[in-house]
């Protein structure tokens, strides 16, 4: 099994015909996600053909060709015509408030939105209408979520790691990749990068709870990065609900108090967000914190040997 996403989601791509857009598009499709439709008012009545490379083997193998995806005027449009569950947001910032809400209106499952540089009053809006609709967000300022084998939305790289036991909620793009990376003899159900920024629509609390009620899902792992507390909340939850073996990673031990650092939620005021007191507060409850990615995912190998 996976959790939010899996082989019969429909997706949409709001933006698909942008140049990141359509990237993006076609590395989901060779990844074997259902790609059924783009949402470009503009556009509405076109389609847009993709050269997919072969992928895998069996029953789930993507063969090489050309893929035509419908181009529609609106996101309703779209859902009426294929069916789609999911969008996946590849717009400029300024218009990704009116896209998400539009999504939300739809009446779709999922929405996930890559964007970086929503502004934070716009998110904190969008996210408390989903909320309201009960449609789930995950983003932004992230690299999507992939079910590896089944499904992939988003712009994580679809071919580093197979499936397995493993879940994987993470803050951070580029160490979710490299946890994918490093865990691949393994394998995970689903990995989820919910982004940095201060505020977001799926919480580590989140996939949490969703790993945990999976049957498939034997382990979890939790990346943080220094700022806020939504891994002292999150320690607080596992200590609560969570009874399969959660392993950890701070980001940020040696970041200087008072400075950004790559995120926009990612900074440290006083004790409050520090690397070292979130390692504290997972330990405590008995989740065991690596020092490094690398002995992060050795942690986390050890829980199979």
């Known amino acids: 099994m996976a959790i939010y996403l899996d082989e019969n989601s429909k997706v949409l791509v709001q933006g698909m015909t942008g140049s990141e857009g359509q990237k993006h598009t076609r590395r989901m499709l060779s990844a074997g996600t259902q790609v059924v439709a783009g949402v ?87 996210r408390a209408y989903a909320a309201e609709k009960g449609v789930r967000l995950i983003g932004p300022n992230c690299p999507g979520i992939i079910s590896p084998g089944k499904s992939n939305v988003g712009i994580t790289p679809p071919d580093i790691t197979g499936s397995g036991p493993i879940g994987l909620v993470s803050k951070s793009g580029t160490l979710t990749y490299q946890m994918m990376y490093e865990l691949r003899d393994i394998g995970f159900t689903t990995c989820i990068g919910i982004g940095g920024d201060p505020v977001i629509g799926t919480t580590h609390i989140d996939a949490l709870a969703a790993f945990e009620a999976d049957p498939d899902t034997k382990a979890i792992v939790m990346i943080g990065e220094i700022g806020g507390d939504a891994e002292e909340r999150a320690a607080e939850f596992i200590a609560a609900n969570v009874t399969k073996p959660v392993v950890g990673y701070v980001a940020g031990f040696t970041a200087p108090e008072g400075k950004t650092m790559g995120h926009a939620g990612a900074i440290v005021s006083g004790s409050s967000g520090t690397a070292a007191a979130k390692k504290e507060a997972l330990e405590a409850v008995g989740v065991k914190v690596g020092k490094t990615p690398t002995e992060t995912a050795n942690l986390a190998r050890e829980l199979f040997a």
């Open 40 to 126: 470009n008012p503009r556009k509405a009545g076109t389609s847009v053909d993709f050269e997919v490379a072969p992928i895998g083997e069996g029953a789930g193998a993507v063969a090489a060709g050309t893929v035509s995806v419908p181009v529609y005027g609106s996101v309703a449009d779209a859902k009426e015509a294929t069916g789609a569950n999911v969008s996946v947001i590849f717009v400029p910032p300024a218009f990704t408030k009116a896209a998400v809400i539009e999504a939300v209106d739809a009446d779709l499952d999922l929405v996930v939105i890559i964007t970086e540089g929503v502004p934070v009053a716009d998110t904190a809006e969008f």
